[in-house]
């Protein structure tokens, strides 16, 4: 009865997603379609698409000169996050009057949206008004229920990976997922991704799409081999929109990059690893740090999915010489004494963390904090302040 009811759920959120694309195209057709005025660059993803979208982002603004919206979500501390001109953030009136104009429209129409989709639908307003030369454009949840597939003909589109990931609402193995993110392609329009597969090969045929397989990779000043996978996928697009070699491996040495593999401190790194190819890649990345320190501390803290956790992460959490559980406050958080672990763990009092163990400043250790992106923000916050 209950796995019955849960699919229900499971059901009814893909319709509610679904009805969100027709509901912005609706909308967008008695605006006279202003999103097809955008040059845009679109990214689907399981992991990457935040790195490859802030890469080409940085790259067009600062080595072409060109001026770059760039949509992202979640946030972690400011919904400014998801919507940037020229790698900044808008300012608080900007956000508040389209967000207003968004609401507006939705009221004159009657047409319900969710809050991506009003926040998606301001963005849109704002980047038309402001004229920008290129929009990254970063796609929700999955394809075919995404409120983002608006554009009919992007400059340019990329897959950067297909794991499991929100699969309580979305599908159920790696065939389905990479299905559903095959509608990212467009006629005409070169899809740009690491998967050399049948299925690719296929729905690029099938859509109409020019395939370009990533197999290289290139030098970034960010950590982890799996940037530089990221990196190659930005420097292909960019290199066909004529942005100069040279000026793309300059700056994809300076990138600016958060909660991924983001140091605060030198013995205090974060990361949003959530899923099973994110810790795995996120562990690769500790081991070739393991020579500098003489003790490594790990910090986790998951949230929601239980049988998500047992199947696709319990067997990935990072184990070090010291491993630890939080609990966070909040209501979307599993009870962790409740969670299966594969190593001994400690249990770590929320309070005791946020006082005591984020400024703990010994050389020796290296703290890694590692989950749930409400906990990367939380963290965020309190070294921003």
């Known amino acids: 009865m209950k796995q019955t009811e849960t699919l229900t759920k499971a059901q009814q959120r893909k319709r509610d997603l679904a009805s969100g694309l027709s509901k912005l195209k609706k909308l967008f057709k008695h605006l006279g379609n202003p999103q097809d005025r955008l040059s845009v660059i679109h990214v689907a993803w399981t992991n990457g698409k935040w790195s490859v979208t802030n890469m080409i982002a940085q790259v067009l603004h600062t080595q072409g000169g060109y001026t770059v919206w760039l949509f992202t979500s979640p946030h972690l501390l400011s919904i400014h996050e998801r919507i940037r001109i020229n790698n900044k953030n808008i300012s608080d009136e900007k956000r508040d009057e389209y967000l207003w104009k968004a609401t507006r429209l939705q009221e004159e129409f009657k047409i319900k949206l969710s809050f991506f989709e ?32 608006v554009f009919k003909k992007p400059v340019a589109t990329a897959i950067t990976s297909i794991w499991f990931d929100h699969v309580h609402i979305l599908w159920k193995t790696t065939s389905q997922i990479q299905r559903n993110k095959m509608w990212i392609m467009k006629q005409w329009v070169p899809c740009y991704t690491w998967l050399d597969n049948k299925l690719m090969h296929y ?66 790194l974060i990361d949003g690893a959530h899923n099973e190819s994110w810790l795995i890649a996120l562990n690769s990345y500790v081991e070739t740090r393991r020579p500098a320190y003489t003790k490594i501390i790990t910090v986790f803290w998951t949230v929601k999915d239980l049988n998500m956790y047992r199947s696709r992460l319990q067997e990935h959490l990072i184990q070090w010489d010291e ?8 209501k979307r958080a599993l009870p962790i004494r409740s969670l299966p672990m594969p190593f001994d763990v400690q249990y770590l009092d929320e309070s005791k963390f946020f006082k005591e163990t984020l400024y703990t ?17 939380e963290i965020i916050a309190l070294f921003d302040e």
């Open 118 to 149: 009003v926040t998606f639908l301001a963005s849109i307003c704002c980047f038309i008004d402001k004229k920008v030369d290129y929009a990254v454009i970063e796609v929700w949840l999955g394809w075919t229920l995404d409120a983002t597939n």
């Open 203 to 268: 729905w690029a045929r099938c859509k109409g799409a020019t395939l370009k397989i990533c197999t290289k990779q290139i030098q970034t000043n960010l950590p982890g081999d799996h940037q530089e996978k990221n990196a190659w996928i930005a420097y292909e697009i960019l290199q066909d929109i004529w942005i100069s070699k040279t000026k793309i491996r300059t700056w994809l040495m300076h990138i600016t990059h958060r909660w991924r593999c983001e140091r605060l401190r030198e013995n205090l």
């Open 323 to 330: 491993n630890y559980l939080i609990q966070i406050d909040s």
């Open 361 to 377: 400043q010994d050389p020796r250790y290296l703290y890694i904090v590692y989950g749930s992106l409400h906990l990367m923000g």
